[in-house]
């Protein structure tokens, strides 16, 4: 039997643990009974409420495909059986991605896309779609490698951005070792501007490259708690870095 035993955490981790107690317990006063039973009200509902809206929105989807494919579950079994619809809807996805993959598949659903982009009312539905999906997969592409913070687009202001090529030896993009760096615009990080940045003027980020997706997509909603810590006097920001950076940096 060990002789220590960690004690489980009792308060509620991150975001609501702060909202708990926001002051944290080293305020010195303490708050009334009302007080702390108010907080813990705000926190329960704040945990019901995207529980609520997932299962509403899971059960509007079930009962929306059942109601769908219930022609073709009374047709070849007689009745209407509950869930045939999702399971439908399941294999034709399956289908559909094999058909992608395939390479004359390929090219009919990218004739299908060019139909669909001339029909005036859907062609805008579907490419704001197609754009949300695109979004959606940008963060598992191998191309993006570390996630950045330059000095973009002015003087003293700075922006997140996604490395996808090091450049070791000086080139006509810069005459000395850089990144190709993509900053991409909230909250569509699929359209944006590609940079050249001396590799000394730019300061790496130690968040995921999902994270910074997520902060690009959410307009700075959702933070990554190492970008929520103190700043780092050793790692001045790309802002900072000094004249010399200003005067030899790429494409001066």
Same mark, same amino acid.
């Given at each position: 039997?060990?002789?220590?035993?960690?004690?489980?955490?009792r308060?509620?981790?991150?975001?609501?643990?702060?909202?708990?107690?926001?002051?944290?317990?080293?305020?010195?006063?303490?708050?009334?009974?009302?007080?702390?039973?108010?907080?813990?009200?705000?926190?329960?509902?704040?945990?019901?409420?995207?529980?609520?809206?997932?299962?509403?929105?899971?059960?509007?989807?079930?009962?929306?495909?059942?109601?769908?494919?219930?022609?073709?579950?009374?047709?070849?079994?007689?009745r &209407?059986? *509950? !869930?045939? #619809? /999702?399971?439908?809807?399941?294999?034709?996805m399956?289908?559909? =991605?094999?058909?992608?993959?395939?390479?004359?598949?390929?090219?009919?659903?990218?004739?299908?896309?060019?139909?669909?982009?001339?029909?005036?009312?859907?062609?805008?539905?579907?490419?704001?779609?197609?754009?949300?999906?695109?979004?959606?997969?940008?963060?598992?592409?191998?191309?993006?490698?570390?996630?950045?913070?330059? &000095?973009? *687009? !002015?003087? #003293? /202001?700075?922006?997140?951005?996604?490395?996808?090529?090091?450049? =070791?030896?000086?080139?006509?993009?810069?005459?000395?070792?850089?990144?190709?760096?993509?900053?991409?615009?909230?909250?569509?990080?699929?359209?944006?501007?590609?940079?050249?940045?001396?590799?000394?003027?730019?300061?790496?980020?130690?968040?995921?490259?999902?994270?910074?997706?997520?902060?690009?997509?959410?307009?700075?909603?959702?933070? *990554?708690?190492?970008? /929520?810590?103190?700043?780092?006097?050793?790692?001045?920001?790309?802002?900072?870095?000094?004249?010399?950076?200003?005067?030899?940096?790429?494409?001066?």
């Amino acid at each position: 039997m060990p002789t220590e035993m960690v004690e489980p955490d009792r308060h509620p981790p991150g975001f609501y643990r702060r909202l708990a107690d926001p002051v944290g317990r080293s305020g010195g006063r303490r708050r009334s009974f009302a007080s702390w039973l108010r907080r813990r009200f705000v926190v329960g509902f704040l945990v019901v409420l995207p529980l609520v809206v997932t299962l509403f929105f899971a059960r509007f989807l079930f009962q929306l495909m059942d109601r769908w494919f219930r022609p073709i579950s009374n047709q070849l079994f007689g009745r &209407e059986i *509950p !869930g045939i #619809g /999702l399971l439908l809807v399941l294999a034709i996805m399956l289908l559909l =991605g094999a058909i992608a993959t395939n390479v004359v598949g390929g090219r009919l659903l990218a004739y299908l896309e060019r139909l669909i982009a001339r029909v005036p009312l859907l062609s805008p539905i579907y490419k704001g779609a197609r754009q949300v999906t695109e979004a959606i997969q940008i963060g598992d592409t191998a191309q993006f490698r570390k996630v950045v913070l330059v &000095e973009f *687009p !002015g003087p #003293g /202001l700075t922006s997140i951005g996604f490395v996808t090529r090091e450049i =070791g030896v000086p080139t006509r993009l810069c005459p000395e070792p850089a990144f190709t760096i993509f900053v991409p615009t909230t909250p569509n990080p699929t359209t944006g501007f590609l940079i050249t940045v001396p590799k000394r003027s730019v300061r790496i980020l130690d968040i995921a490259i999902e994270d910074g997706v997520k902060f690009v997509m959410s307009g700075g909603l959702v933070i *990554p708690q190492s970008l /929520l810590g103190p700043a780092d006097a050793s790692q001045p920001l790309p802002a900072d870095s000094g004249s010399e950076a200003e005067q030899s940096g790429c494409g001066s």
